[in-house]
């Protein structure tokens, strides 16, 4: 595609609980924020593996936002906490194999922040922009 | 220390305290061992101990479903502790034969350092900090501490932190922890797009053995996440990308688990630095967490737990 016309394409994994209704929020509430978020419903965080991250960036989306409840506020006492700790390694590695930072987010966002989620996708979007297409995984480079 | 060895072993077995031996023997090459599993006294006088005893045998046990005699090197027995923190293994089911170690000689180096090849190097005997290489006929020193794998260098533990029975005196940590970072150091100062380049490379030459996850202590599960075709999260085809993601995602699998005995980079026969990936993970979750891997076997593994003070200054 052309650089001039590319726009991103980006996943969120949303947390049923509490990010997923927080963007429906902002739906509900007319705030607006980028199309270029295609949004996954996930149980958790917790259910979110480093292998969907890489998936998705192989199959060629510029970008991965996972979103959860705060720490404290999970459906199922821990999921997120363990997300957390997971998280905290798996950017690590991503970054170290040379996978540029901005093309993976995380983020807690509850149920009633509607305009909070609005602004992580937003950012989440313009910060993928900067980085430019994802051409990690093709062949020629 | 091979003697006081053996005969540990078969008063073990003599015993009836265990109902296998595994231990390093006499490999069918030169200058390598392979593991000796075996139940009989008279195959125990095949076991050895000596500088090159690089084999990590904590996988064996939990094949084995009994009661085993098992020698361990410094790394090896943090491998065994994290098996026991997973509930792999029983400790009441094991007696550990610890060897302190004071590095395993890698033969690749000792032919690059005498400027040889392996088939022509007759005899190497250690001679205090010294190896003394017999070349074709004349004879050669090399220091020991430049023919020992990557893994030894900054090694904190020589010495095993659970044993039954040590088989020789405790051995000082290794203070070469600079050595043991150069290579991490050296990527992570490279560009973000060099390093994908640097892995692009290294993993277009993989071809798919398997070899990494077969030889790993830590990768333990039932069935590799590879191996499943429902749904197929990985190609088996051997293109660089699915190769790549297997071996990152592989690599946060035993996260927590690897000892960095660097079994994984020994095993490849197509040489990707492998290690240079668990090794970063094994500093990460130092640096995270606070977590060494193996020190206490009555410690959580480190993601099954977690602390409401976590780091999570990168979440937004």
């Given at each position: 595609m052309e650089e001039s016309t590319w726009e991103p394409k980006v996943v969120g994994f949303l947390c049923h609980w509490c990010s997923y209704a927080g963007a429906d929020l902002t739906g509900s509430a007319r705030l607006e924020y980028p199309h270029n978020i295609r949004i996954i419903r996930i149980?958790?965080?917790?259910?979110?593996?480093p292998l969907f991250i890489l998936r998705a960036l192989q199959n060629g989306v510029d970008g991965v936002l996972v979103s959860g409840c705060h720490?404290?506020?999970c459906h199922y006492q821990s999921g997120n906490f363990h997300a957390r700790r997971k998280f905290g390694v798996t950017r690590k590695l991503l970054e170290y194999v040379?996978?540029?930072?901005?093309?993976v987010q995380f983020s807690w966002v509850a149920a009633s922040e509607g305009p909070k989620m609005a602004q992580v996708i937003n950012e989440f979007v313009e910060g993928v922009r900067k980085v430019g297409p994802n051409r990690l995984f093709k062949d020629e480079q | 220390m091979e003697n006081k060895l053996k005969e540990e072993a078969g008063k073990l077995l003599k015993e009836g305290k265990v109902d296998y031996i595994i231990g390093f023997g006499k490999g069918t090459v030169k200058f390598r061992t392979s593991p000796l599993i075996t139940?009989?006294?008279?195959?125990?006088?095949n076991l050895v101990i000596n500088p090159?005893?690089?084999?990590?045998?904590?996988?064996?046990p939990i094949e084995l479903k009994s009661r085993v005699g098992i020698v361990v090197k410094g790394c090896d027995s943090r491998s065994l502790t994290s098996l026991i923190q997973d509930n792999k293994l029983n400790r009441e089911d094991l007696v550990i034969l610890g060897v302190p170690c004071e590095g395993v000689v890698d033969i690749k180096k000792v032919a690059d350092q005498s400027k040889a090849?392996?088939?022509?190097?007759?005899d190497i005997n250690r001679e205090g900090d010294s190896l003394a290489v017999q070349v074709n006929g004349s004879s050669k020193t090399i220091p020991f501490r430049d023919v020992?794998?990557?893994?030894?260098?900054?090694?904190?533990?020589?010495?095993?932190?659970?044993?039954?029975?040590?088989?020789?005196s405790e051995v000082p940590p290794s203070l070469e922890t600079e050595k043991s970072l150069k290579g991490i150091k050296e990527l992570e100062e490279m560009d973000a797009s060099d390093r994908w380049k640097f892995w692009k490379e290294q993993f277009?030459?993989?071809?798919?053995?398997?070899g990494c996850r077969n030889v790993?202590?830590?990768?333990?599960?039932?069935?590799c996440f590879v191996d499943v075709?429902?749904?197929?999260?990985?190609?088996?085809?051997?293109?660089w990308q699915d190769n790549l993601v297997f071996q990152l995602i592989r690599t946060l699998h035993v996260t927590g688990r690897c000892?960095?005995?660097g079994e994984c980079e020994r095993a490849c026969p197509v040489g990707i630095p492998l290690r240079s990936l668990q090794r970063k993970m094994v500093e990460e979750i130092k640096d995270l967490f606070g977590y060494e891997v193996g020190?206490?076997?009555d410690s959580p593994p480190v993601f099954t737990h977690y602390e409401a003070t976590d780091p999570e200054d990168f979440i937004k």
């Open positions: 149980p958790c965080s917790g259910r979110v593996d720490p404290g506020d040379g996978i540029e930072p901005e093309r | 139940n009989k006294e008279e195959d125990l006088d090159f005893i690089a084999n990590n045998l904590s996988r064996y090849e392996i088939d022509q190097i007759t020992v794998f990557d893994k030894c260098y900054g090694c904190a533990h020589p010495t095993p932190l659970e044993y039954d029975i040590l088989l020789g277009s030459k993989c071809i798919r053995c398997y790993c202590p830590a990768c333990f599960c039932e069935r075709n429902m749904p197929q999260w990985v190609s088996t085809y051997a293109t000892s960095d005995c020190i206490d076997k």
